[in-house]
């Protein structure tokens, strides 16, 4: 940078302790330092043309993230202290966070060392220091949320092994090969699909049913997480609109592969994003939104206001949005449905909604809930009641893309599944979608790698030729104890117990609090 006698401006001073920190080698050649930046298909013509996202210096992130640590780690001690689980809605809630800890925070985990390889991968400096301070803010995420759900996990069942889970348990492979696609992808690739389709794209309907979930239903911990965390999602949110408008301005060429990343990468984050329009719907004693005004707000209005911006650089909405559009009003029900039969091998407790719950569904979806679901929760509440609560013994066929049971429904048709298959090099292969279909005909090389947990399970690769000893062996899930339906469960006699309603005695309630 040619330094005049004039003063640095605010941009001009922060490249100049970024990128004129670096410089152009001799020694080495610049492709044997950075040899991830070529082989996608993109173009990068000029890295000097990056804007940096944000300008913060190290001393700068110091202070101003300590100041935010010292004011979170003050609150989780004083929720400790205080027993701040006590005062939340009801200890169904807690199952959001059993789901939170063993799907989600293992992702903080991922993404930390994900931007920890981008930010040594692109010659690019601004980029690399955009990318390393994601990377650390990452950390943090990971290291503060087990800090925030230490406490639950002293009183209340399933969370005493979330990353243990992760590798494991059926479900937890969903947000795992989801993060796992996108770090066996390349840099620009990991960058499309989680700097922006996720962190600016999905970001809001991923945090506001848990952090407002947490706000409605009193539990300080988990709300002082995502207070905190709110300045470094800013960040990450302009990193991913900077990334791709980069990309995009860099070569025409760029324009295809970035479509089909987007194509693929909201595909699979709104599959993801199933999990958490559940646990909004379900999981939440206190309501906040349904998952279809969340999707409609979140995606509907401000994703088409971003794809109409991106316009101009050639890019249209991700394919089969008109199908994700058309899920809102039945993903939560089929994916609770699925969870409700399949609790015996998972972490966290079902149950049926009661009346009120019910009550709010219909209003919520007056197109759909009463017509398709309510009969089917009320036959099973039956069911329950007569002793007979309903388990299906037979495990699922899985999704090869997104890895989530082909449960799923066609558009114009929500008795139908949307099941497809194809056949691979003499293999036959299943979907829950076309979506996930196309996305396995583009890369075929690399979905016919994956742990499809259930396939595991009947090779004989998890511990137990029966699912009870997969479950209790292999997962670390213990049985009567964290799995199963929630009333009767050990946590519900624990919680009638703190609530005064009726005295702890049964013994495994006493056991498994030990
Ligand atoms: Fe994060
Ligand atoms: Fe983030
Ligand atoms: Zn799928």
């Given at each position: 940078m040619a330094i005049k006698n004039k003063k640095l401006n605010l941009k001009d001073k922060y490249q100049y302790l970024t990128r004129d920190m670096a410089w152009e080698p001799t020694y080495q050649k610049k492709e044997d330092i950075?040899?991830?930046?070529?082989?996608?298909g993109i173009k990068i013509?000029?890295?000097?043309?990056?804007?940096?996202?944000f300008r913060l210096t190290m001393d700068a992130y110091w202070k101003y993230q300590a100041e935010k640590e010292k004011k979170l780690y003050a609150i989780f001690d004083a929720f400790a202290q205080n027993n701040?689980?006590?005062?939340?809605?009801?200890?169904?809630?807690v199952n959001a966070l059993k789901l939170f800890l063993s799907g989600v925070s293992p992702l903080e985990y991922a993404a930390f060392q994900g931007y920890a390889r981008v930010g040594r991968q692109f010659s690019g400096a601004g980029a690399r220091v955009a990318c390393q301070l994601q990377a650390i803010d990452e950390l943090r995420h990971s290291q503060t949320q087990q800090h925030a759900m230490s406490h639950y996990n002293k009183h209340f069942?399933?969370?005493?092994d979330a990353s243990h889970q992760h590798d494991r348990v059926w479900f937890l492979s969903v947000p795992k090969s989801f993060f796992d696609d996108a770090r066996s992808a390349g840099p620009f690739e990991f960058l499309t699909a989680i700097?922006?389709?996720?962190?600016?794209?999905?970001t809001n309907l991923l945090f506001v049913p848990f952090m407002s979930g947490a706000a409605y239903n009193g539990d300080m911990a988990t709300v002082t997480f995502g207070f905190s965390a709110q300045s470094d999602e800013a960040r990450h949110m302009t990193l991913g609109l900077e990334v791709i408008k980069f990309i995009l301005e860099q070569?025409?060429?760029n324009v295809p592969i970035i479509q089909r990343w987007i194509d693929k990468w909201f595909w699979r984050g709104f599959r993801l994003l199933s999990l958490v329009g559940m646990m909004m719907d379900?999981?939440?004693?206190?309501?906040?939104?349904?998952w279809s005004e969340a999707w409609e707000v979140y995606y509907e209005q401000n994703g088409g206001a971003l794809f109409k911006d991106l316009e101009r650089y050639g890019i249209r909405p991700p394919k089969y949005q008109d199908v994700a559009n058309a899920a809102k009003d039945h993903v939560s029900h089929q994916a609770w449905s699925t969870f409700y039969q399949y609790?015996?091998?998972?972490?966290f407790h079902t149950w049926m909604p009661e009346e009120e719950e019910m009550a709010w569904l219909s209003e919520k979806y007056p197109e759909t809930f009463d017509k398709y679901y309510r009969a089917r929760f009320e036959h099973w509440d039956k069911e329950h009641k007569q002793g007979r609560r309903f388990y299906n013994n037979t495990l699922p066929q899985l999704c090869?893309?997104?890895?989530?049971?082909?449960?799923f429904t066609e558009k114009d048709d929500?008795?139908?599944?949307?099941h497809r298959q194809i056949k691979h090099e003499g293999e036959r292969y299943h979907f829950c979608s076309d979506g996930c279909c196309d996305i396995f005909k583009n890369e075929p090389e690399k979905y016919?790698?994956?742990?499809l947990p259930v396939h595991q399970i009947y090779q004989g690769?998890?511990?137990?030729?029966d699912v009870p000893t997969v479950v209790e062996k292999y997962y670390h899930i213990n049985l009567g104890v964290d799995n199963l339906?929630?009333?009767?469960s050990p946590d519900h006699e624990r919680w009638l117990d703190i609530k005064g309603l009726k005295p702890l005695k049964s013994s495994s309630a006493k056991k498994s609090a030990a």
């Open positions: 950075y040899p991830d930046e070529q082989f996608e013509t000029d890295w000097s043309q990056w804007e940096d996202p701040g689980h006590q005062n939340i809605s009801d200890a169904r809630y069942n399933g969370l005493h700097s922006f389709s996720f962190e600016y794209v999905l070569h025409e060429d379900y999981m939440l004693p206190n309501k906040v939104m349904s609790s015996q091998a998972t972490n090869q893309v997104c890895q989530i049971p082909v449960m929500p008795t139908v599944f949307s016919i790698q994956a742990w690769n998890c511990g137990g030729a339906e929630y009333h009767g």
